[in-house]
């Protein structure tokens, strides 16, 4: 079990607005710190596309928002492409686990 | 272009050892912070180890302190993951990355089965 917390899978129309959400607790998101979010496409390396909550990577389309508030955090798509697809994974630092960089459980978007 | 390309996985035995490369090109290594990441089949992301190249600092996951060592060799340019007494848990892609949270830039995996 992931120490934050994701949908297993959200789904969209070409075009349209998704948000995937990634709780957290006292420990990670909610003491502040950063989250930060990747594209996974099935069978290659994840890739960044958000970092330190609402910042993008060159690169990365203006489609893609990030929003964090207490112990949560999401991301926004909007305008749906099909390359937008695959498995979204958020991340943070946790000051209670050993292993400190954490993971969320991760979110397969499907472009219908 | 930053590039970092693993090498060294394989099939071992439980209990057995394996050691991880990743060459990185385009960069160089002892400035910035790097990590290892690994994914089981079919599974999720997870952090494994990391090095600070300016300090020294290593660090570990809990179920692989005492069993892994992070290191590099700043001639070659090139990060290292020793990993000992491997365990059936510890199959998974191991991906080499640059930057510790945000992990920036990723290698293509290498690929760890521990199976008798």
């Known amino acids: 079990q992931s120490v934050l917390t994701q949908p297993p899978s959200v789904s969209g129309a070409p075009g349209q607005r998704v948000t995937i959400s990634c709780t957290g607790s006292?420990?990670?998101?909610?003491?502040?710190?950063?989250v930060h979010w990747y594209h996974q496409v099935l069978g290659t390396a994840p890739k960044l596309v958000m970092y330190?909550?609402?910042n993008r990577p060159s690169g990365v389309p203006d489609r893609f928002s990030g929003s964090s508030s207490g112990a949560s955090a999401s991301l926004a798509i909007t305008g749906l492409q099909a390359e937008d697809e695959g498995d979204y994974y958020c991340?943070?630092?946790?000051?209670?686990?050993?292993?400190?960089?954490?993971f969320g459980g991760g979110t397969k978007l499907t472009v219908l | 272009e930053v590039q970092l390309v693993e090498s060294g996985g394989g099939l071992v035995q439980p209990g057995g050892s394996l050691k991880l490369s990743c060459a990185a090109s385009e960069f160089t290594l002892n400035t910035y912070t790097m990590a290892w990441v690994r994914q089981a089949p079919g599974k999720g992301l997870e952090w494994v180890s990391g090095?600070?190249?300016?300090?020294?600092?290593?660090y570990y996951t809990d179920s692989v302190q005492g069993r892994f060592l992070i290191s590099s060799d700043t001639s070659r340019n090139t990060l290292y993951l020793q990993m000992n007494s491997l365990r059936a848990e510890d199959t998974a892609l191991y991906y080499c990355?640059?930057?510790?949270?945000?992990?920036?830039?990723w290698g293509q995996g290498t690929m760890v089965t521990v199976s008798s």
């Open positions: 006292s420990s990670n998101i909610g003491a502040g710190y950063d």
């Open positions: 991340q943070s630092y946790d000051s209670r686990q050993s292993g400190n960089w954490v």
């Open positions: 330190s909550n609402d």
């Open positions: 990355v640059k930057n510790i949270s945000p992990f920036k830039v």
């Open positions: 090095i600070n190249l300016s300090s020294g600092n290593t």
